[in-house]
């Protein structure tokens, strides 16, 4: 017996919206969940401590110097110096490299490694000061640390202070590679 209503599908043109609508949805949601994932800020943060933690062991190795300039927004320069005198701008400096990848270290948030979604601040204190200096140097036997200002030549500003080191921003997130001031131990979040 045949009723009177027929049963129907839908349509390929109904199916052909529904899935443009679903397509433009995914479009506009997906970048917004992917620049706030997590991990792409510890990726930096890793790679930040670990280029800190070279640096100094690389001063203590040659028992010279080892320069952090992190004057360039989302940059991050090492240099270093066998002299003695590293405070002299003939001090015979020369590009830190990486050990993995033999080129010149430099850590660059703002390119295509992290999408140019993670911002870098190095922020350099000095004791008793509230003011965020961009470079360091740090100064083997001893490991000593000190802040310079980042003019051209840069003046020493003075020994670190407390809650300096390196910080990194996604969105709302930020995390701090932190430098212990006396010790010269870096820590991550």
């Known amino acids: 017996m045949k009723s009177g209503r027929s049963s129907r599908g839908f349509?390929?043109?109904?199916?052909?919206?529904?899935?443009?609508l679903i397509g433009i949805?995914?479009?506009?949601?997906?970048?917004?969940?992917?620049s706030q994932n997590p991990t792409k800020l510890d990726v930096a943060a890793a790679e930040v401590g670990n280029a800190l933690r070279f640096a100094i062991s690389e001063a203590g190795r040659i028992n010279g110097c080892a320069w952090v300039d992190g004057r360039?927004?989302?940059?991050l320069k090492?240099?270093?110096?066998?002299?003695?005198?590293?405070?002299?701008?003939?001090?015979g400096w020369g590009t830190l490299s990486d050990?993995?990848?033999?080129?010149?270290?430099?850590?660059?948030?703002?390119?295509?490694?992290?999408?140019?979604q993670i911002g870098m601040a190095a922020t350099f204190f000095i004791p008793y000061n509230g003011t965020a200096y961009?470079?360091?140097?740090?100064?083997?036997?001893?490991?000593q640390l000190y802040v310079y200002d980042g003019a051209s030549p840069p003046n020493l500003v003075g020994p670190l202070g407390q809650n300096s080191g390196?910080?990194?921003?996604?969105?709302?997130?930020?995390?701090?590679?932190?430098?212990?001031?006396?010790?010269?131990?870096?820590?991550?979040?």
């Open 11 to 20: 349509t390929l043109l109904e199916t052909l919206v529904v899935a443009v």
């Open 78 to 91: 090492f240099s270093s110096s066998a002299s003695s005198n590293c405070a002299s701008s003939s001090g």
């Open 25 to 34: 949805v995914a479009l506009a949601a997906v970048p917004l969940l992917s």
């Open 166 to 189: 390196v910080v990194l921003t996604l969105g709302p997130q930020s995390v701090m590679v932190a430098l212990n001031e006396i010790t010269g131990r870096v820590t991550l979040p």
């Open 134 to 143: 961009p470079q360091l140097m740090i100064v083997s036997p001893g490991t």
């Open 99 to 116: 050990p993995l990848t033999k080129r010149d270290l430099d850590i660059d948030t703002s390119g295509p490694a992290f999408s140019g």
């Open 72 to 75: 360039t927004l989302g940059h």
